[in-house]
Structure formats: C-alpha cells, structure tokens
C-alpha cells in the first residue's frame, strides 16, 4: 500500500472473469503522516481509505473485464460498514464481485478481511467510459502489470 | 404498456424517494421529476436487473446529443415504458 501515489492495492491475487470476481491484498503500512491525526495516539487506518481500497480492487475488476477498453470512475458508495478497526501493518484481504454490467456504468459488491475477521463491506457503483487519454490508459495497464493482474486481463495489448 | 410503467415508476418512486403518485405516464424524468444522471444509474440497474434486459443509456445519450433523438423519447415514462417493453420483445424473439 503506497499511500502517497494513492495506492491502495498491493497485489492482485486472483481474477476470475468468468465469475467476475477479484481478490487483492495489500498492508497497511506501519508508518504514515496519515496516522498522526488519525488518530493522535491511537493509529487507524481511515475508513474512507478502506472504500478506496475496495473502490481500486472493483475498478481494476471493471477494467479486467473490458480488456483495458474502458475506465472505471467511482460514481457512487452504498451501505458502507466499518465493522472493525484496522491498525497499522495489517494484511487486508480484498474480494469484489461485479453484480451488474450497464450501458456505460458497473455495479460490485466488495469487502475486506483481515485475520478472518470482517472489516468492511459496500455496493460501489462506476461510471465506465472510454479512457480520457492514451496515455493514462497506457500507465494503468503498467500499474496493473505492477500489481500482478493475469495477462489474460490485458490480452488485447 | 401498465405494468411496465407501474414497474419502473415503483422503482423510481423507491430509488429517487419520490412520491408514488406524482410519477405519471407524461412526467419527463429529467425534467419533471428532477432525476440526475447519477440517480439515473441507480434506476437502470434496477430496471435491468427487474426486466432482464440492458438499458442502452450510452447510445440513447449519443443519439440526443447528435440532435437524432430527443430526450422526450426516451425520458419521458410511456415513452421508456414502450423502448423497454421492446427490448424484452427483442430479447425473447
């Protein structure tokens, strides 16, 4: 988890396209500004940093699916639960599950785990749209290879 | 045509907590009704998950925006009711 280029996932490790389904990890770190307010004396890792984390795992989902065609936006956050609290160096697990495919927006369930427990969970709806520039379609697909997302996922090159 | 509409006017009304029975068969759903593009996606996944079928929301949009159709086509209820009653037929033909 590097949180000063805003990423959340470290690695995925398993995509199914055929089940539209995802699975990605990523730690905590141990030492972060982030943690000096929140909170003083008592370091937590940000819950809206955790929608992130399973906002980032759904969207390279949604990309996987569309072969790096599209991009997904995050467009909406539904029934998000913080159920328990996440220090730092914790390993979190990351599933996501695209429930509906639209005509230019997505829809996925995801949740993280951690030691077994429950961490959190929500619905996340994206806008997915044509990539703004090539270039940023290009850095994701690098982004993607960095983190381990199967060849299959970027197969049309 | 009744059951469609009385479908996603039920979906609407839910999603966008509108009044029932201020959502009629001529209310524009953008104009009438207020709905945002946002609040949109909301209802055509409900709308694709209760018939079955894919809303194409991006070639309706591309078809106003290139002055070929227009909003009232495919926005104002009866007239959604009618696209999505032919996209089931479409779908079981």
């Not at chain 1, 996501?96 to 709806?125: M, P, Q, W, Y």
């Not at chain 1, 997915?128 to 983190?147: H, L, Y």
Request: hydrophobic share 45%; net charge negative.
């Amino acid at each position: 988890m590097r949180l000063e280029y805003f990423q959340l996932i470290d690695r995925v490790v398993e995509l199914n396209l055929a089940d539209r389904t995802i699975r990605s990890e990523a730690t905590v770190p141990t030492h972060s500004t982030i943690f000096e307010g929140h909170f003083p004396g008592h370091p937590l890792m940000p819950g809206v940093l955790l929608v992130e984390a399973m906002a980032q795992t759904c969207g390279w989902l949604v990309l996987a699916t569309t072969s790096f065609g599209r991009m997904a936006f995050l467009a909406s956050v539904k029934e998000a639960k913080f159920r328990t609290f996440v220090r730092p160096g914790q390993v979190l697990k990351i599933s996501a599950r695209l429930e509906h495919e639209g005509s230019g927006f997505a829809v996925a369930r995801a949740e993280i785990n951690s030691d077994d427990k429950s961490i959190c969970d929500a619905g996340l709806t994206f806008r997915v749209i044509d990539f703004p520039n090539s270039e940023m379609r290009q850095k994701m697909r690098q982004t993607a290879i960095g983190i381990g997302l199967s060849s299959e996922a970027l197969a049309d090159g | 045509m009744s059951s469609t509409f009385d479908t996603i006017a039920n979906i609407i009304a839910e999603t966008c907590d509108i009044p029932r029975d201020t959502i009629k068969p001529e209310s524009h759903a953008i104009d009438d009704l207020g709905i945002d593009s946002l609040d949109f996606l909301d209802i055509a996944f409900a709308i694709d998950k209760a018939f079955g079928i894919k809303l194409p929301l991006e070639q309706w949009t591309q078809e106003v925006n290139d002055g070929k159709a227009t909003t009232e086509q495919y926005f104002v209820l009866k007239n959604l009711s009618a696209r999505i009653d032919e996209l089931v037929a479409a779908k079981g033909a």
